[in-house]
């Protein structure tokens, strides 16, 4: 080893140490791939109270993830809720109607299917059941398709996924009317399931028969998207 | 006179300026598809989503292109000149006054992250592409280990621009990464150790 200081230093002669470096780093963010979703909500969870007060991260979290062009807007004068598909009598929403319905509030953790996770959501709006009481169904409706004003982006649940205590048709998000970003003025809220089953930027809900294939399930996602137990995770 | 003593050769100042482009382009478009405020701004996130892709794809074979087609040998003895640290290195680590090589010890760490950055960031972003596609490929850590990667290469990048562009005593680096050259009297005091040829 030619270590002192006097020696004429020889390119190369130290300690290999460059690459040990380079193979912990390589290796501890691989192996992150198992345990970093872990640690971390461990760590989201300890941070959350300074996270109310400090933000720290971009937008308490949130990505904002689209599949077209650009985000539809929202003219409250224009806007509707069309109820319609197997119905005795197709009937629609506008945004004033929409608001005076029976108004429901919850506080629900909001998974992403590629990972990230936002908790304490603190969603306002109605329940499914408050909108569709509008229509009266026919007897063969076993299922919703949730039609988004971002084209070609819809959904299914089933009626009885749709009746789950905790989904909602939230027009606030945090107190604050849902912002463009988020779904202005109307999504979907199934905490039980990935987000590409919350459905941003309503417009119409049809009550049809069967379940279809969603967006994404036509590109390969799983057509019950519960957290933790599809596609391809396992809690 | 001022004297200039040559610091980087054409080969290895042409592949840290093919990383730069690359690392930029990806910075910019991987934050419009990570920041909503941006997200929202810009829209089209399929297409922003493409040029990502692509400018990963792209910064990967154009450093490949870059090292295989400059001066293999001199890279190769640049690496192991990277790789090795002395006692010098050590006690320049722990903060004190120790005469240094060509590269610092510091930069020597520098460049050891940053090409395992490299080597994550690859394998993380291709596994968001492919887990997209096919849920074998989907990992619930993924997307936190390409976020985590940016944070920590930002605070690289951040810390390697202060000292190439703004700190006084430092700066003139900036000299050796465009030109190849240094001055003399710079090299001696910053880079005791290292004899240019």
């Known amino acids: ?235 | 006179m001022t004297r200039y003593v040559r610091r980087f050769s054409r080969t290895e100042r042409a592949l840290h300026w093919a990383n730069a482009l690359g690392f930029f382009t990806l910075l910019g478009s991987g934050l419009v598809l990570y920041l909503p405020s941006l997200a929202v701004l810009v829209g089209r996130r399929p297409v922003v989503k493409d040029v990502h892709f692509w400018s990963g794809i792209g910064w990967i074979a154009l450093l490949t292109l870059v090292a295989l087609g400059g001066d293999r040998r001199g890279l190769l003895r640049t690496a192991r000149e990277l790789d090795s640290f002395d006692r010098d290195d050590a006690r320049w680590l722990l903060g004190r006054h120790a005469p240094q090589g060509r590269f610092n010890a510091g930069q020597k760490l520098n460049a050891a992250l940053t090409a395992a950055f490299t080597v994550l960031f690859l394998v993380s972003g291709l596994l968001l592409w492919l887990g997209e596609r096919d849920t074998r490929f989907r990992f619930a850590s993924t997307v936190l280990l390409h976020d985590g990667l940016m944070d920590a290469a930002l605070v690289l990048l951040v810390g390697h621009l202060y000292l190439a562009v703004i700190h006084p005593a430092t700066r003139h680096a900036l000299r050796g990464i465009t030109a190849g050259t240094v001055r003399e009297d710079w090299a001696r005091r910053h880079h005791a150790n290292w004899k240019p040829e």
């Open chain 1, 1 to 235: 080893m030619s270590g002192s200081t006097e020696a004429r230093p020889v390119i190369g002669g130290g300690a290999k140490i460059g690459r040990g470096v380079f193979l912990a780093t390589t290796l501890g963010g691989l192996s992150s791939l198992w345990w970093g979703a872990s640690v971390w909500s461990r760590i989201s969870r300890a941070i959350s109270p300074v996270e109310s007060l400090v933000p720290l991260l971009p937008s308490g979290g949130w990505r904002i993830y689209t599949v077209s062009g650009s985000l539809p807007g929202f003219d409250p004068s224009t806007w509707r809720l069309e109820l319609a598909g197997a119905v005795e009598q197709p009937a629609a929403l506008d945004y004033r109607q929409l608001l005076a319905l029976p108004k429901a509030t919850q506080v629900s953790t909001f998974h992403c299917v590629t990972g990230w996770t936002v908790r304490n959501v603190a969603w306002g709006g109605v329940r499914i059941r408050d909108v569709l009481a509008q229509v009266r169904p026919h007897a063969n409706v076993r299922a919703l398709r949730f039609v988004s004003a971002e084209h070609p982006y819809d959904d299914y649940l089933t009626l009885e996924q749709a009746s789950l205590p905790d989904v909602l048709l939230a027009y606030e998000l945090d107190g604050r009317p849902l912002s463009r970003a988020h779904g202005a003025p109307l999504r979907l809220v199934i905490p039980d399931m990935y987000g590409y089953k919350n459905v941003k930027w309503l417009t119409r809900i049809e009550l049809v028969p069967q379940e279809r294939l969603g967006y994404w399930e036509q590109l390969g996602y799983d057509q019950d998207a519960w957290v933790g137990r599809s596609n391809g995770y396992r809690s």
